[in-house]
C-alpha cells in the first residue's frame, strides 16, 4: 500500500520543499484554516535555505502588502 506523507511532517523536520507546500496550504486554505502569518514564517523558513519558490512568493506577496 501507499503511505501518504503531509507537507507538515517535512515542515517540522525543516524540510523546505515541505514547508513551502504547507504555506501554500495556509496561503489558499486548503486542508487548513488559512492563516498568513504562519504561511509567510513557513516561507521564510523555506526561502533562508535557498528554496527558489519560497523566495518568489514572499517577494510577491510583500509586494501586494
Not at 1 to 11: F, I, K, Y
Not at 24 to 32: A, F
Not at 40 to 52: F, K, P, S, T
Request: charged content about 25%; cysteine-free.
Amino acid at each position: 500500500g501507499s503511505v501518504l506523507v503531509l507537507p507538515n511532517s517535512g515542515a517540522t523536520r525543516g524540510d523546505p520543499e515541505a514547508q513551502y507546500r504547507l504555506a501554500l496550504m495556509y496561503i489558499d486554505g486548503r486542508g487548513v484554516p488559512a492563516d498568513a502569518e504562519r504561511a509567510r514564517n513557513l516561507l521564510v523558513q523555506a526561502a533562508d535555505q535557498g528554496h527558489a519558490e519560497a523566495q518568489e512568493t514572499l517577494t510577491k506577496t510583500s509586494a501586494t502588502r
